[in-house]
């Protein structure tokens, strides 16, 4: 499976290829918050992990589900247990490939009480919205530097790989935990 990869582009117009960011993060400033947006080369679920112990644990998990293939229902799946950061990183480490290798949704952590929330989008972009200084350090220790850009920019086209290796890993995660499920909303599909 080490050949797979979620988020990719036509380099050359009709052949697909891993689209890998160049280890940078830029302040954003949207129409309702500042963010960090960052984007690894490698490593998302490690550096999203490291990330969360910014944040005040327990925590909430969304799921968004933008394309089902393992027999589940589109839709948002907010967490019903909260997550201590032991359990979050047991839940990380045990989805990790799925998450990173598979375009089928994005996934949102945040504090059940506090500031700040991580969403790790199917562009394999991590947005830290809250405490941003205390990501920095976070991200500069893992080798990420500060981009000049105003924002991070994607090629287009570009593709979302949906594996049917991973169909038993998004089975697993909804059935494993318990959800409340809700649709879709506008931007799922496409978080900015």
């Not at 989805?95 to 009480?113: A, Q």
């Not at 220790?141 to 169909?167: I, K, M, N």
Request: with cysteine; hydrophobic share 35%; charged share 30%.
């Amino acid at each position: 499976m080490s050949d797979m990869f979620k988020f990719g582009w036509l380099p050359d117009g009709r052949t697909e290829g891993r689209y890998e960011y160049p280890d940078v993060w830029v302040r954003e400033t949207t129409d309702r918050l500042d963010r960090l947006a960052i984007a690894p080369r490698t490593g998302y679920v490690e550096l999203l992990d490291k990330r969360a112990f910014a944040l005040q644990e327990p925590f909430w998990l969304l799921y968004v589900l933008v394309v089902p293939r393992g027999g589940s229902e589109q839709g948002r799946y907010q967490s019903e247990d909260s997550f201590t950061f032991v359990q979050l990183k047991q839940f990380l480490t045990e989805y990790s490939s799925f998450l990173e290798k598979d375009g089928r949704h994005n996934l949102w952590i945040r504090p059940v009480s506090g500031e700040g929330l991580l969403v790790y989008d199917r562009h394999n972009i991590i947005y830290a919205y809250g405490p941003l200084d205390r990501f920095i350090p976070v991200l500069q220790s893992a080798g990420l530097t500060e981009s000049r850009d105003q924002f991070l920019h994607y090629e287009s086209p570009h593709v979302h790989c949906y594996h049917p290796e991973f169909d038993r890993d998004e089975e697993q995660m909804l059935s494993r935990h318990r959800w409340a499920i809700s649709p879709l909303r506008p931007g799922d599909e496409n978080p900015d």
